[in-house]
T-cell receptor
Framework: NAGVIQTPRHKVTGKGQEATLWCEPI?????VFWYRQTIVQGLEFLTY????????DSGMPKERFSAQMPNQSHSTLKIQSTQPQDSAVYLCASSSQGANSDYTFGSGTRLLVI | QEKVQQSPESLIVPEGAMSSLNCTFS?????SIWWYQQHPGKGPEALISIFSNGNKKEGRLTVYLNRASLHVSLHIRDSQPSDSAVYLCAARGSALGRLHFGAGTQLIVIP
């Protein structure tokens, strides 16, 4: 069990460019969550999927952020026209189907927008 | 929207001491409360959870939950330098609901 795999580990983009972050959940886990973490804001919820269906995207900045889960084995978070304030660690987590299951987090993608 | 607040922001203790971390949540009906540990450069890792009023002990960890006061605490007995990390408290509103995280407590254990 390799855990939740996030790629790339680090990404540097220029202001206005697009960034795509990848997450491979633990096999058999039915829920995938995206968070971003900064020193100032802490851990902020972005969106989550259950059985590949989007359930709650209330944390997503609507205009430039989008997330997809085309199959059980991966999810992507896309940020268009990146801005310096998008710089953060983006964390993906997965959990199993059972009620009150804990989250297993990946190590994150550190995004720096310059 | 569940609100989770943690205190203190940072805590420094000597090796071997008891570390006590606090968390308040906004919904007395929250299904469960979780504590996660996060080391630098890593994602948070689940440590312990509690569902019912009272306490739960696992190894050097003890969690106390008081729903009436919307308060939960984590106590780490015999703290070790390897316990130095950020500790995140999280509340879950329903069994299949998502976790709502607090801002974290930075614990530093001095050898």
């Amino acid at each position: 069990n390799a855990g939740v795999i996030q790629t790339p580990r680090h990404k540097v983009t220029g202001k206005g460019q697009e960034a795509t972050l990848w997450c491979e959940p633990i096999s058999g886990h039915s829920a995938v969550f995206w968070y971003r973490q900064t020193i100032v804001q802490g851990l902020e919820f972005l969106t989550y999927f259950r059985n590949q269906a989007p359930i709650d995207d209330s944390g997503m900045p609507k205009e430039r952020f989008s997330a997809q889960m085309p199959n059980q084995s991966h999810s992507t978070l896309k940020i268009q026209s990146t801005q310096p304030q998008d710089s953060a660690v983006y964390l993906c987590a997965s959990s199993s189907q059972g009620a009150n299951s804990d989250y297993t987090f990946g190590s994150g993608t550190r995004l720096l927008v310059i | 929207q569940e609100k989770v607040q943690q205190s203190p922001e940072s805590l420094i203790v000597p090796e071997g001491a008891m570390s006590s971390l606090n968390c308040t949540f906004s919904n007395s009906a929250s299904q469960s409360i979780w504590w996660y540990q996060q080391h630098p450069g890593k994602g948070p890792e689940a440590l312990i959870s509690i569902f019912s009023n009272g306490n739960k002990k696992e190894g050097r960890l003890t969690v106390y939950l008081n729903r009436a006061s919307l308060h939960v605490s984590l106590h780490i007995r015999d703290s070790q330098p390897s316990d130095s990390a950020v500790y995140l408290c999280a509340a879950r509103g329903s069994a299949l609901g998502r976790l709502h995280f607090g801002a974290g407590t930075q614990l530093i254990v001095i050898p």
